[in-house]
């Protein structure tokens, strides 16, 4: 009888450890990918990710779009209206696609987590101040989401966000991720330079946004060798380029390809 008692002990024991351990691997997770907590946003972008969240194998494809600036220019291929962007949010939204983030897809990748079953990733290169005028009202009443990436010594300066536009989106649920200190030429540059632009950036955002920066883009797609190294060591989750294509299965982190959209038929012809 008394080793019955004594078993019985030992197995409430056992399965005490055990709660206690499965809610210290939870808690972990969390304080480790902090990207996987329910993300508490205003307006409709939680809804957006929450609701199509589903199976936990990543799309064979998913188109990274790029953007830079959403302004009525109609001779540089860098600007795209507000209204063709709009048009654009709607023909995704009408052929069934969720907008997720860049560091939405690293984690996904990383750790198998879910990703919606027909994500996309818009992405606004530069930083403009168009971003938050333009593109993030019309973001918004779509209950989309996008990841910008600044160029940190253009913060603040004239036609770029500031300080206060950047923590307006990043609350909503914009990420933002570096486009280097400078614009600089990576390829170009010495592993001391491309060290500076790619860390120091890091560092000098993390420290504005009180978030992980986890995602890193090539000033004007130019990279090489020891800058997937910097980003790498620097602590990027991963990195885009201008290579075109949709990120597939095999696609290198650190390389990922983009879909260049200027008008509604880079959509059709590209994305399905
Ligand atoms: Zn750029």
């Known amino acids: 009888m008394q080793i019955w008692n004594d078993q019985g002990k030992l197995l409430r024991l056992n399965l005490a450890l055990t709660t206690s351990l499965?809610?210290?691997?939870a808690i972990l997770m969390v304080l480790v990918f902090p990207g996987s907590r329910p993300i508490s946003m205003e307006g409709s972008a939680a809804e957006a990710v929450t609701e199509s969240t589903a199976p936990a194998v990543l799309?064979?494809?998913?188109?990274v779009l790029m953007y830079h600036s959403i302004s009525v220019n109609p001779t540089n291929r860098l600007c795209v209206s507000p209204a063709e962007f709009a048009r654009h949010l709607d023909w995704l939204k009408a052929k069934g696609y969720t907008s997720v983030t860049l560091k939405d897809y690293l984690i996904a990748r990383a750790t198998c987590g879910p990703l919606p079953a027909k994500p996309v990733i818009i992405t606004l290169d530069d930083g403009y101040d168009d971003n938050y005028l333009a593109a993030f009202p019309l973001l918004k009443e779509r209950g989309m989401r996008a990841t910008v990436f600044l160029i940190v010594n253009q913060i603040g300066r004239r036609g770029y966000l500031n300080l206060d536009q950047i923590t307006e989106m990043r609350d909503y649920g914009i990420e933002f991720?570096?486009?280097s200190m400078s614009h600089a030429d990576l390829k170009k540059a010495g592993r001391e330079v491309q060290r500076k632009e790619i860390r120091n950036s890091k560092q000098l955002l993390e420290g504005a946004l009180g978030t992980e920066v986890t995602s890193?883009?090539?000033?004007s797609g130019q990279y090489n060798l020891t800058a997937i190294q910097e980003a790498k060591m620097a602590g990027y989750m991963g990195a885009v380029t201008v290579t075109p294509g949709p990120v597939k299965e095999e696609s290198r982190v650190y390389e990922l390809p983009r879909v260049r959209v200027y008008n509604l038929g880079d959509l059709t012809k590209n994305l399905h």
């Open 22 to 25: 499965v809610m210290l691997i």
């Open 59 to 63: 799309p064979a494809q998913i188109p």
């Open 177 to 179: 991720g570096s486009h």
């Open 216 to 219: 890193f883009c090539y000033p």
